[in-house]
């Protein structure tokens, strides 16, 4: 089986400051893992994954994530939020040994501050 | 492009009832998956589809069926609403069943009284 942990429901900064959205992930297989963003009544969008290779990704929207094995995290940054970013985001993780389904975590909300 | 349209967007049942979301995309993907978002769940897989004419269960497949005919449309049904059904689905495509990304339609809020 697989699964997502996303320890924070909430995380709030201030415009301006570095921002940090933590996600955990357990898999049998190789990890493929993607960050989605949810705008208020919208459907989700792919913001960035990780294939294989360089541990850091780059993202759209200036969003990147770092891929640790050993912890077996993902965790999405930005070095300066905007209050643009506000929205409810999600990792999702999918392997080679479980026929394509993602497995999403509750999603953490972010919020940004003026 | 139009990516992944789902119809209807709103739709409010009584218990009982039953009724059909279409998901239709024009990306010629061939995997198409549809799940429910409920408050602090995250989102659950129903079903999914590999591919024109085959389908599969997933997370939580009780109570709808699924029919994939032609590839780009993928129906889900509820035979019967419980109030239980309550929530917004999502219906997604992919190119890939492992590295490829989802893309989303923009959802479907379903209220059953």
């Known amino acids: 089986a697989q699964s997502v942990a996303q320890p924070e429901d909430q995380v709030n900064v201030a415009e301006g400051n570095p921002l940090t959205v933590k996600c955990t992930y357990s898999?049998?297989?190789?990890?493929?893992l993607f960050w989605y963003v949810q705008y208020p009544n919208r459907g989700l969008q792919f913001l960035l994954k990780?294939?294989?290779?360089?541990?850091l990704v780059k993202g759209s929207y200036g969003f990147e994530a770092e891929f640790n094995k050993s912890q077996t995290s993902f965790h999405l940054k930005k070095p300066s939020a905007l209050v643009s970013d506000s929205a409810l985001y999600f990792c999702?993780?999918?392997?080679?040994?479980?026929?394509?389904?993602?497995?999403f975590g509750d999603g953490t909300t972010l919020t940004v501050k003026p | 492009n139009a990516g992944v349209t789902q119809t209807p967007k709103f739709r409010v049942l009584k218990t009982g009832q039953s009724m059909t979301l279409l998901c239709a995309q024009d990306?010629?993907?061939?995997?198409m998956y549809w799940y429910r978002q409920d408050p602090g769940m995250g989102l659950r897989l129903i079903h999914y589809?590999?591919?024109?004419?085959?389908?599969a269960k997933g997370e939580v497949p009780d109570g709808y069926n699924v029919s994939r005919l032609k590839k780009q449309n993928f129906l889900l049904g509820l035979e019967s609403a419980a109030p239980s059904q309550t929530s917004v689905y999502f219906c997604?495509?992919?190119?890939?069943?492992?590295?490829?990304?989802?893309?989303f339609g923009e959802g479907s809020r379903l209220t059953v009284l």
């Open positions: 997604a495509s992919s190119y890939s069943t492992t590295t490829g990304e989802l893309f």
């Open positions: 990306m010629n993907h061939e995997y």
């Open positions: 898999v049998s297989g190789n990890p493929y």
């Open positions: 999702a993780v999918r392997s080679n040994t479980n026929a394509g389904k993602s497995t």
């Open positions: 589809s590999v591919g024109e004419g085959t389908t």
């Open positions: 990780y294939i294989t290779g360089d541990n």
